[in-house]
């Protein structure tokens, strides 16, 4: 929600494009030289002729985390921080959306519903006590796993764990609340047709991945699958999926390790086992990879069109993890990348492009997006094809390579800054079974790389012959244009990726 | 339970601080030290040493938004904020990015009513690279300004516009509410974004002239954060912005609100699939004595699952699917405002119901003590949130030495949220939130019938 009229220069938060990095002692980056500068207007002290030579940057001494495991199998990883008398802790549960099978949805709305009242308290008095502790708690799950964050003061942290405690061992599940929170659910899902951007997301999930895949259908669900959710569905998901021995355990903050465990044994200790096994982490079919398409879905009147181009990426233990990284930030995953230099800072397109890899334990997207003006829709198409063949037709420049492998290894210097990004970071690498050890040896894979090695990442992972296209636009102003581009068989898509029968 | 207490009774040790106790021997006061000089050209340079990370952020403030901007002119302070990115007479475009990028850095900027902002942020060697690069185009980027840039970023800021306000469901409220709340002289009664119209119309010598009435020394303020030494940051920041000279003396409109002199209704059709209503009243400025207790009054009413119209509206009765409520105090006035969205099967009306109830209760009963206090926790602990990132320190001690005269006002931001009683509360709510307010009602194309209506005359 927009609560005041600030306006930025280009949207914050909206380009995570590097998630574990780590950080260089050397890498001076190469100044680039600079072309004669105009006449000056006013008196030019010498200082500023040319930029300041920086020197080493710092090394970053990643923290240490103290690992212990409680009897019932949770890890607990514990990292003191003790500048600010704030506790961060992040219980990941291994599991998630992708494990939702036929009802699209249920993982994340279990994940909702766990504060929603819980052991004595309802979910009014829930949130009043956790707000009165000084405390925020959140509740939810991504594609792979649940995740249960509470932040909270030193002093009322106890008090706030035992919340914890409360809303993974003890959730009601009570047939009224999740009745309305369904309704809920029911509403936003309404909603979210009004979102091109949300709409393009739905129906890029619905086009390149299966019917059968568990990236197929949206992670928040459909209104098919969000109908049939009850009480009893809710609370045998949760039967199964809060295990213990997938679970772990972050705490980060000022607190020591005897104080951990024992916040960590009076929370979660006695947590037990669903006498199920526990279930493996997941798998699915290799999704097909067409020949590239195009979907159209009908937005009148719409002042951009909003388009997404990808196709299914690879897994985070891909031995070419670094380069595609690489490959990736001067492709579209920085400010200064080539795709926002030119749609946006060379033709005026957008307020921003960009492309990423989801890193997931399976495969999961790679995309590039942007929102334009209506009327350039095919010309920004036809440019974001032109960079995909370009930067596997030429090597990049050294100016780029440079740029790139220093904005990764110097930009990890800033992610250990607080303790909600050492919590989240650590719960993400035990995810994909990594530890902070490997992050120094994937920054010395990407300071390694060359000129050829990005080549060969794009050559390899972004085949602009098996792309699929999704346009969220004005189709009667865009469709011929587009069509003209001839890129691939052109089909018009409703919101929940039907095709629609003119 | 809990008794009243602070929840920072512990002291709190930001950064590389002194503890430093407060009268109250329990409750110790929150300090984050900052060097503060004034260079000779007018220029204020801050410097909080923080060697927890090995980073620096760089946060520059100019105090002009487009509160100062003139009808016919909207959207230039904005406009003018995406120019300062396009190249310096040393730092030609796209240096700026593709220095700091390889030096490991992020930066943006950021433009509201009141002031802009700028900043990196990066290894804390990088600190050289980022003041120089904010002395050049503070002082040597007029040179380098031509048409071609101005249409380019024009380009950029209506996609901008777009992007949040045209195709965004319920975006045109922000562009219509302004218009509905002040009178057409004041600054406040078009969006930050301005329109399109005007943004059509900016030309490169408009451009020029802000630059030379605004962008000076001596009405900008550089916060450095990090794992640096104040006295090294000075000497850097007397090299790379000494020689810029002083501009002159800048005098900023302070044009009163003219108070609304009845309910205005708007209603706008939009394609969404679920009718949202707006109220807004004017209140009062930033930091004036009514504006924490406006703050908790919009926290008793919508801050959490268990406040007033959150657990009435989305749980009982459900004919929400969601509201909020916020104090917006700035720099010439202030607005407070109430925003929900009907559930399905539910009209404008039913909503504009409860929420008038609730505010009249509001009005005549005040909060409980435990609403009050639950309220005040949670705003104590938002301050803590803020204290672990050299960033967020930085920007909030610009923003208080802008609104102050003081960076470290910590303390006192959150004093004035624990003076407050429930009868300020109470009178707050029937000081501001009785009085004549805008309505905007968003309905489905075709569905005014949907929209608010007008209230019955007491």
Redesign the interface.
């Known amino acids: 929600?927009?609560?005041?009229?600030?306006?930025?220069?280009?949207l914050?938060g909206s380009a995570a494009f590097l998630s574990a990095v780590c950080?260089a002692s050397s890498?001076a980056?190469?100044?680039?030289a600079?072309?004669p500068?105009?006449?000056?207007?006013?008196?030019?002290?010498g200082?500023?002729?040319?930029?300041?030579?920086?020197?080493?940057?710092?090394?970053?001494?990643l923290p240490s985390p103290t690992e212990t495991t409680l009897p019932n199998g949770v890890t607990v990883k514990l990292v003191g921080m003790h500048?600010?008398?704030?506790v961060q802790a992040v219980l990941s549960i291994e599991g998630g959306a992708r494990l939702d099978g036929e009802l699209a949805g249920l993982a994340t709305f279990v994940g909702g519903m766990l504060d929603e009242g819980a052991g004595e308290r309802d979910?009014?008095?829930?949130?009043?006590q956790?707000?009165?502790?000084?405390?925020?708690l959140g509740t939810g799950a991504g594609w792979d796993a649940t995740t249960i964050s509470l932040?909270a003061?030193?002093?009322?942290i106890s008090?706030a764990m035992e919340l914890m405690g409360d809303v993974v061992l003890r959730p009601r599940f009570a047939t009224e609340d999740v009745e309305?929170q369904r309704?809920?659910r029911?509403?936003?899902i309404?909603?979210s047709?009004?979102?091109?951007g949300a709409v393009a997301n739905n129906v890029f999930g619905y086009t390149v991945y299966p019917a059968a895949h568990p990236y197929h259908r949206p992670i928040g669900g459909d209104s098919s699958s969000t109908v049939q959710l009850d009480s009893a569905t809710v609370r045998d998901f949760w039967n199964h999926a809060a295990d213990p021995r997938k679970a772990t355990l972050v705490i980060a903050g000022d607190v020591t390790l005897e104080e951990a465990r024992a916040l960590a044994t009076s929370a979660l200790g006695s947590w037990r086992a669903p006498s199920s096994a526990p279930a493996g982490p997941g798998s699915a079919a290799e999704p097909p990879r067409p020949t590239t398409r195009v979907f159209l879905v009908d937005?009148?009147?719409?002042?951009?069109s909003?388009m997404m181009i990808g196709a299914p990426g690879v897994t985070r233990s891909s031995p070419d993890y670094s380069a595609i990284t690489l490959m990736n930030t001067i492709l579209g995953g920085?400010?200064?990348a080539r795709l926002n230099?030119i749609l946006?800072?060379?033709k005026?397109?957008?307020?921003g492009a960009r492309s990423s890899y989801s890193w997931r334990p399976l495969p999961g997207p790679f995309v590039a997006s942007a929102?334009?003006?209506t009327d350039v829709t095919d010309s920004s198409l036809a440019i974001f094809f032109d960079e995909f063949r370009r930067i596997r037709s030429e090597p990049v420049t050294q100016?780029e390579l440079?740029?790139?492998k220093?904005?990764i290894?110097?930009?990890?210097?800033?992610e250990?800054?607080?303790?909600?990004q050492v919590a989240g970071e650590l719960a993400s690498l035990e995810m994909f079974g990594l530890t902070l050890a490997d992050i120094p040896k994937e920054m010395d894979q990407i300071r390694a790389l060359g000129a050829a090695d990005v080549q060969r990442a794009a050559e390899r992972y972004l085949d602009p012959a098996h792309l699929t296209i999704v346009v969220v636009g004005d189709v009667k102003n865009i469709r011929t244009g587009v069509e003209a581009l001839d890129l691939g068989p052109v089909t018009l898509l409703d919101h929940e990726g039907n095709e629609v029968t003119p | 339970m809990p008794n009243s207490r602070p929840l920072i009774a512990a002291l709190v040790a930001v950064g590389a601080l002194c503890p430093v106790r407060g009268l109250d021997a329990q409750a110790a006061a929150l300090h984050v030290p900052v060097v503060i000089d004034t260079l000779d050209n007018g220029l204020v340079l801050m410097v909080h040493e923080d060697s927890s990370a090995p980073i620096v952020n760089v946060n520059v403030w100019y105090h002009v938004g487009s509160g100062d901007e003139k009808p016919g002119r909207t959207g230039f302070a904005h406009l003018f904020e995406h120019l300062m990115f396009m190249g310096s007479e040393h730092a030609p475009y796209p240096e700026f990015d593709r220095r700091l990028e390889a030096a490991g850095a992020n930066n943006n900027g950021s433009t509201t009513e009141d002031r802009t902002n700028y900043y990196e942020e990066g290894p804390a060697n990088a600190l050289p690279l980022m003041l120089w690069l904010e002395a050049d185009r503070m002082g040597w980027m007029l040179p380098t300004m031509d048409s071609a840039k101005v249409d380019l970023q024009r380009d950029v800021v209506k996609n901008e516009r777009r992007q949040s306000y045209e195709n965004q469901p319920y975006g045109m409220v922000w562009d219509h509410l302004p218009r509905m709340l002040y009178d057409a002289s004041h600054p406040y009664s078009w969006p930050v974004i301005g329109s399109m119209a005007d943004l059509s119309a900016a030309s490169l010598e408009d451009v020029k002239q802000f630059f030379r009435e605004y962008y000076a020394p001596n009405n900008a303020a550089i916060v450095v954060a990090g794992n640096v030494k104040a006295a090294d940051v000075k000497a850097l920041a007397e090299r790379y912005f000494g020689a810029i000279p002083r501009g002159p003396a800048i005098s900023r409109p302070t044009p009163e609100a003219t108070p609304l002199r009845g309910d205005t209704l708007l209603v706008l059709e939009d394609r969404v699939q679920l009718p949202r209503l707006y109220y807004a009243w004017h209140t009062v400025r930033g930091w004036a004595p009514d504006d924490a207790a406006l703050d908790l009054a919009a926290y008793v009413l919508t801050g959490a699952k268990n406040s007033r119209l959150t657990k009435e509206m989305v749980y009982e009765d459900q004919t929400a699917s969601s509201v909020s409520a916020f104090q917006d105090g700035k720099r010439l006035a202030g607005e407070f405002m109430v925003i929900a969205t009907a559930r399905p099967g539910t009209t404008l009306p039913t909503l504009q119901q409860t929420i008038d109830a609730e505010i009249a209760r509001l009005a005549a009963d005040g909060p409980t003590a435990r609403e009050l206090e639950q309220a005040q926790n949670a705003f104590e602990a938002g301050f803590l949130d803020g204290l672990e990132s050299v960033g967020r320190k930085a920007d909030r001690l610009n923003a208080y030495y802008y609104q102050l005269g003081v960076p470290d006002a910590f303390q006192r931001d959150i004093d004035r949220y624990r003076a407050v009683s429930a009868d300020d509360v109470r009178r707050v709510v029937r000081t501001y939130l009785t009085g004549p307010r805008a309505v905007i009602s968003v309905v489905p194309q075709g569905q005014a019938s949907m929209a608010a209506r007008e209230r019955m005359t007491p």
Not at chain 1, 409 to 414: C, F, K, N, V
């Open positions: 929600m927009i609560i005041d009229g600030s306006t930025a220069r280009r914050s950080l890498c980056p190469s100044p680039q600079a072309p500068a105009p006449v000056p207007a006013s008196a030019t002290p200082i500023m002729a040319t930029a300041p030579d920086l020197g080493p940057a710092p090394r970053l001494v500048e600010v008398p704030v979910a009014f008095e829930l949130a009043a956790i707000e009165y502790l000084g405390a925020s932040r003061p030193k002093r009322t008090e309305r309704d809920l029911i509403a936003s309404l909603q047709r009004d979102q091109p937005k009148p009147e719409a002042a951009q909003v920085s400010f200064s230099d946006r800072e060379q005026g397109y957008t307020y929102a334009v003006r100016q440079d740029r790139a220093s904005y290894t110097l930009s990890a210097l800033g250990f800054e607080t303790t909600g």
